[in-house]
């Protein structure tokens, strides 16, 4: 019985498009994990309670505005540039089915380091929810998908400038796993430091001499070589786990 070859699928395209932009990219792998026990509690007791991802987004807004050389972007074939940014955009990605085939989407959180919980919260459920072939945010998908490949592939190079990347592919890459048995995963997001979120479980845990069970939540973080080293990838990851670990701040009423 011979293979069924068909077409690659449209909705797919823009995909291709972004791997071949980080093709350039110097990708280096760092990972840690979480007791989120007060996390969890926070949660628990939380009138409309946000999601893991939702914390995670939130703590790396906070903690990308504290290391601004690695909220940074990367530019040019030969005379290298580098961009600075002074807010911190998140990149989210999400896994929806479009046109019949399940795709990643991604959409751009604008102002994670400034926005509350909830307003984070109320457009994560938004995107993951509505309709992914009229939601305004996939709309620069959508439109790869119809130009011819080629055309396609300026189109993306063209909203890959630096000046004004942020807008397509944030400042920080945050992308999550965690709702099936993905311990942790590394993925390189087009920006200069991409998250990985893993699922929350259960582990043996040594807390005052004592072996105990306590949530851990699995994080991974690549950062682009080009950008930045290994010491300063290291410190935003371990400022990142200290600020899930520890108590979150009261929850927030309004951006």
């Not at 030969?78 to 399940?102: C, Q």
């Amino acid at each position: 019985m011979s293979p069924a070859i068909t077409a690659l699928p449209r909705q797919r395209r823009h995909t291709l498009h972004f791997l071949a932009s980080v093709r350039a990219a110097s990708p280096v792998h760092l990972d840690a994990e979480v007791d989120v026990t007060e996390l969890m509690a926070h949660r628990a007791s939380a009138e409309r309670p946000a999601s893991v991802l939702t914390y995670v987004v939130h703590a790396a807004g906070r903690v990308m505005a504290r290391h601004p050389d690695a909220n940074s972007g990367i530019g040019g074939l030969i005379r290298h540039r580098v961009a600075r940014y002074p807010f911190v955009d998140v990149k989210l990605t999400l896994d929806r089915e479009l046109g019949g085939t399940r795709v990643v989407l991604s959409a751009v959180l604008q102002d994670a380091d400034r926005a509350s919980r909830s307003f984070l919260q109320h457009r994560i459920t938004r995107l993951a929810g509505a309709n992914p072939a009229t939601l305004p945010d996939f709309a620069g998908a959508r439109a790869l998908q119809r130009v011819p490949f080629p055309l396609g592939r300026l189109v993306f190079l063209a909203a890959g400038r630096l000046s004004g990347r942020h807008r397509h592919l944030g400042t920080v890459a945050v992308t999550s796993l965690g709702h099936r048995r993905v311990g942790r995963f590394f993925s390189s997001g087009g920006t200069a430091i991409t998250i990985g979120v893993g699922r929350v479980e259960q582990r043996a845990v040594v807390r005052d001499g004592e072996i105990v069970a306590r949530p851990v939540l699995p994080l991974s973080l690549t950062f682009d070589h080009r950008v930045l080293d290994g010491a300063l990838a290291a410190d935003v990851l371990d400022d990142l786990v200290e600020t899930l670990r520890n108590t979150p701040e009261p929850s927030d009423a309004a951006r």
